[in-house]
Antibody, heavy 122, light 107 residues
Framework: EVQLVQSGAEVKKPGESLKISCQTS????????IAWLRQMPEKGPEWIGI????????RYNPSFQGHVTISADKSINTAYLQWNSVKASDTAIYYC???????????????WGQGTLVTVSS | DIQMTQSPASLSASIGDRVTITCRAS??????LNWYQQKPGKAPKLLIS???SLQSGVPPTFSGNGSGTDFILTISSVRPEDFATYYC?????????FGGGTKVEMK
């Protein structure tokens, strides 16, 4: 069974650094892209970016580039999303998801991790 | 970015009702459209890929249709476990984008 298990909820102050994780199992971690998505309350998910653990190729949504860093450690089948300096506006639930892609357009997210709630407040 | 617009934002239904949710893309996206179901406090779950392909384990009361810019998710007979929020997502272009969601509530 493919599983993505995320790290627990975080409470941070503005300006602090943060790194959340997504541990995977049940499939070849190096052969699938892993995506990170943000979901604000009562809104649809937003795509932050993706990484391919096999060669560390990483791509970002321009809306998030420069503010977050996506990485992966293939020795422990785990992906990461990190901030050097969080802001109150980063408060949201963050999901990792395996990207399944067969060809152009045949591309979706399945399954998803359970989500990590990040709260940034002074 | 391609904008995805869902309607209605919410609807009320009774068990056994037929429900239709619409998703419109701001530009042509072929059939590169996926549907997800999200229950409160849970992660989204993939229901349908490339507009019409039902995922394994998803009941046949769910169906998807459409191409180009207009897509429909239909629940032919609502069951108690179908009360949730549904999102469409385009995979035609990067970044992939999601609709704002349609909440299906019990009448």
């Amino acid at each position: 069974e493919v599983q993505l298990v995320q790290s627990g909820a975080e409470v941070k102050k503005p300006g602090e650094s943060l790194k959340i994780s997504c541990q995977t199992s049940g499939y070849d971690f190096t052969n699938y892209w892993i995506a990170w998505l943000r979901q604000m309350p009562e809104k649809g998910p937003e795509w932050i970016g993706i990484t391919y653990p096999g060669d560390s190729d990483t791509r970002y949504n321009p809306s998030f580039q420069g503010h977050v860093t996506i990485s992966a450690d293939k020795s422990i089948n785990t992906a990461y999303l990190q901030w050097n300096s969080v802001k109150a506006s980063d408060t949201a639930i963050y999901y990792c998801a395996r990207r399944v892609r067969y060809s152009v357009g045949w591309d979706w997210f399945d399954p998803w991790g359970q989500g990590t709630l990040v709260t940034v407040s002074s | 970015d391609i904008q995805m617009t869902q309607s209605p934002a919410s609807l009320s239904a009774s068990i056994g009702d037929r429900v239709t949710i619409t998703c419109r893309a701001s530009q042509h996206i072929n059939t590169y459209l996926n549907w997800y179901q999200q229950k409160p406090g849970k992660a989204p779950k993939l229901l349908i890929s490339v507009a019409t392909s039902l995922q394994s384990g998803v009941p046949p009361t769910f169906s998807g249709n459409g191409s180009g810019t207009d897509f429909i998710l239909t629940i032919s007979s609502v069951r108690p476990e179908d009360f949730a929020t549904y999102y469409c997502q385009q995979s035609y272009d990067t970044p992939p984008t999601f609709g704002g969601g349609t909440k299906v509530e019990m009448k």
